[in-house]
């Protein structure tokens, strides 16, 4: 079983509407769980960050973790066209330091 | 604050070059990182450093060589340089080694 898994799969959705995006992971060491996005050809930048189970919110933005299940999401309110991006999920503890593989959104007007 | 800067933005090399991707950062993090990001592959860990004169290897450290002289500086050295360095480069530092701030990112091309 991989680290952190994350489904790769393009994401189509109207503008509008609700994105939710997910990983599994199975290091139970890992305490800090982080959600960057990734613009075409640019590096990624940190969106969301958390260490503790539960949701944190921040605008439209609401990442959710859940440790017994090891399970992270990210839920994205009233999608835009400028949230069209790569999502990649970021989780660390005991030194280590693990990425998803990112999963691609696009956000249709 | 400029954050991470690196350079160059793009450069192709012949089989058999080398180069040194340079990678700098102002927030006086102690941890820093060399990735590499090929398409549907995500990120994976070349190098990375605790603080000056600390380095260890990363997932896919061969074919490439760091050093870390200043807190601010972590050059990433490709030396002859093969197809399959081919990709997508970026540098990364955290000051606690948990959220990690990345620069823009170097492609690179071997022909």
């Known amino acids: 079983q991989k680290e952190v898994e994350q489904d790769p799969g393009p994401l189509s959705v109207p503008e509008g509407a609700i994105v939710s995006l997910n990983c599994t992971y199975s290091?139970?060491?890992?305490?800090?769980f982080m959600w960057y996005r990734q613009y075409s050809r640019k590096g990624p930048e940190l969106l969301m960050y958390?260490?503790?189970?539960g949701n944190k919110e921040d605008g439209r933005f609401t990442a959710q973790v859940d440790k017994s299940s090891k399970y992270i999401s990210l839920f994205i309110r009233d999608s835009q066209p400028s949230d069209s991006a790569t999502y990649l999920c970021?989780?660390?503890?005991?030194?280590?330091?693990?990425f998803g593989k990112g999963n691609q959104v696009v956000v249709i007007p | 604050n400029a954050g991470v800067t690196q350079t160059p933005k793009f450069r192709i090399l012949k089989i058999g070059q080398s180069m040194t991707l340079q990678c700098t950062q102002d927030m006086n993090h102690n941890y820093m990182y060399w990735y590499r990001q090929d398409p549907g592959m995500g990120l994976k860990l070349i190098y990375y450093s605790v603080g000056a004169g600390i380095t260890d290897k990363g997932e896919v450290p061969n074919g490439y060589n760091v050093s870390r002289s200043t807190t601010e500086d972590f050059p990433l050295r490709l030396e002859l340089a093969a197809p399959s360095q081919t990709s997508v480069y970026f540098c990364?530092?955290?000051?606690?080694?948990?959220?990690?701030?990345f620069g823009p990112g170097t492609r690179l091309t071997v022909t």
């Open positions: 958390t260490y503790s189970s």
């Open positions: 990364a530092s955290t000051p606690r080694g948990d959220e990690q701030y």
């Open positions: 970021a989780m660390s503890g005991n030194n280590r330091l693990a």
């Open positions: 290091n139970s060491a890992f305490q800090y």
